[in-house]
């Protein structure tokens, strides 16, 4: 299976277009945020339906250092997956995501997860992050792009991976997160291809 994408080259820095954050004149401020274009082909004849999956294994474990001046979130601190994207029960006659489908700017309180005309969205980890905050809290589903935190010394790397699937939906809760996600489709994964890219705030990460 082979994955594709006009937006992102693998294994290069992902354009600021497909960014939630991006640099600004006194720190990071929000990005275009559009979810980006995507193509894949070879699959198994078999596929009853496609699963997108954007994660970030990148992310500080603790938030103590997170986006506090003076101070750095450390190359070596223990990581955790944070996801970006979650878009499953995809028709088998698609084969390519449009640019800014399903994502063409911020939107407070998140988009609306659940079905859509491309797929089903799942619940993205921005969720938490942004927990109870009276301005930015709620369910943030489908796709929502990198912002990672401008004191941190490590390059954040997101993997954006087509499942091929032997179902035709994973049935899962309109409010599944990634991990529902991930164990979902365990057993049903016939074939799948990935494409990473990178991105970071600090300019000195690496």
Same mark, same amino acid.
């Given at each position: 299976?082979? +994955?594709?994408?006009?937006?992102? #080259?693998? *294994?290069?820095?992902i354009p600021p277009?497909?960014a939630m954050?991006?640099? *600004?004149?006194d720190? !990071?401020?929000p990005g275009p945020?559009?979810? !980006?274009?995507?193509?894949?082909?070879? @699959?198994?004849?078999?596929?009853?339906?496609?699963?997108?999956?954007?994660?970030d294994?990148?992310?500080?474990?603790?938030?103590? %250092?997170?986006?506090?001046a003076?101070?750095?979130v450390? /190359? %070596?601190l223990?990581?955790?997956?944070f996801?970006?994207w979650?878009?499953?029960? +995809?028709a088998?006659?698609?084969?390519e995501? #449009?640019?800014?489908v399903?994502s063409d700017? +911020?939107?407070?309180?998140g988009?609306r997860?659940?079905?859509t005309?491309?797929?089903?969205? *799942?619940?993205?980890?921005y969720t938490?992050? @942004?927990?109870?905050?009276?301005?930015?809290g *709620?369910? /943030?589903?489908g /796709?929502?792009?990198?912002?990672p !935190? @401008?004191n941190?010394?490590?390059?954040?790397h997101?993997h @954006?991976t087509v499942?091929?699937?032997?179902?035709p939906s994973l049935?899962? !809760?309109?409010?599944f997160r990634g991990?529902?996600a991930m164990?979902?489709m365990?057993?049903?994964?016939l074939d799948?291809?990935?494409l +990473?890219?990178? /991105? #970071?705030?600090?300019?000195t990460?690496?």
């Open positions: 299976m082979k +994955i594709s994408s006009r937006s992102i #080259a693998a *294994g290069a820095c277009t497909y954050g991006v640099p *600004g004149t720190g !990071p401020v945020n559009k979810s !980006p274009h995507l193509a894949w082909a070879e @699959f198994p004849p078999e596929t009853k339906s496609f699963a997108i999956v954007c994660h294994p990148d992310v500080p474990s603790r938030g103590d %250092d997170v986006n506090k003076g101070r750095v450390p /190359y %070596d223990p990581r955790v997956d996801y970006h979650l878009l499953i029960d +995809i088998p006659s698609t084969t995501l #449009a640019e800014g399903d700017g +911020i939107v407070p309180k988009k997860p659940g079905r005309a491309i797929g089903v969205r *799942g619940i993205n980890d938490s992050w @942004f927990g109870d905050d009276p301005d930015m *709620g369910d /943030y589903g /796709y929502d792009g990198p912002w !935190p @401008f941190d010394e490590r390059l954040h997101y @954006f499942y091929a699937l032997d179902v049935g899962l !809760p309109e409010k991990p529902g164990a979902a365990k057993g049903h994964v799948k291809a990935e +990473i890219g990178t /991105y #970071a705030l600090n300019p990460a690496r």
